[in-house]
């Protein structure tokens, strides 16, 4: 099998494997982006791996230079950088992005035990939300749309719409026809 052929197989797996998990991004089809840690968690980071050409022959790119990743300190990234790289080494000729974010999700405490998140404002924090996690602001989004109905509500939701909450074909004929009486069609002039 070519690169090509290993990249598009790789990638139809890990859109399989992390469909609905909003700790990853997919920012092209050879660049990805995972949340390790829980969103609010001063100690979460983010990791960004793309692939080159060649890969998985050679190495993908790893990188830490996200905006989420303002806080912690260039020691901390390069330890953390280097640790990945080895897995790389170790991996190197198969698919490793899954694995590269598993290894990093599993070594997240020791990855990160020299970082000690400082005195950070919460503005910074409100701005890698809505910067670098663009999947969670949807989600809030469809919160706030999403009302809750009375059982009232509800059944008279139910008794307008077909099994697929679709309104039935002409449901506003009355509609039509009140608002044409009164202004009265275009036919008649």
Do not use: C
Request: proline residues 6%.
């Amino acid at each position: 099998m070519g690169a090509n052929e290993d990249q598009e197989m790789e990638l139809e797996a890990l859109r399989s494997i992390y469909e609905g998990d909003e700790s990853f991004r997919e920012l092209s089809p050879v660049s990805f982006q995972y949340r390790i840690g829980e969103d609010g968690d001063p100690k979460a980071f983010l990791i960004e791996i793309s692939w080159t050409e060649t890969y998985p022959q050679t190495p993908p790119v790893i990188s830490m230079n996200a905006f989420f990743n303002n806080t912690i300190s260039s020691a901390v990234k390069q330890s953390i950088l280097a640790k990945l790289q080895e897995a790389v080494e170790v991996n190197l000729g198969t698919a490793m992005t899954y694995t590269l974010f598993e290894y990093a999700k599993d070594n997240k405490e020791q990855f990160m035990e020299n970082h000690h998140p400082g005195n950070s404002t919460p503005t910074p924090i409100a701005n890698i939300v809505s910067v670098e996690a663009p999947s969670t602001a949807p989600s809030s989004k469809k919160k706030d749309k999403k009302e809750q109905l009375s059982k009232a509500q509800k059944r008279k939701l139910a008794d307008k719409t077909d099994h697929k909450g679709e309104l039935p074909r002409g449901w506003n004929w009355v509609d039509v026809v009140k608002h044409l009486s009164k202004t009265g069609s275009k036919d008649d002039e």
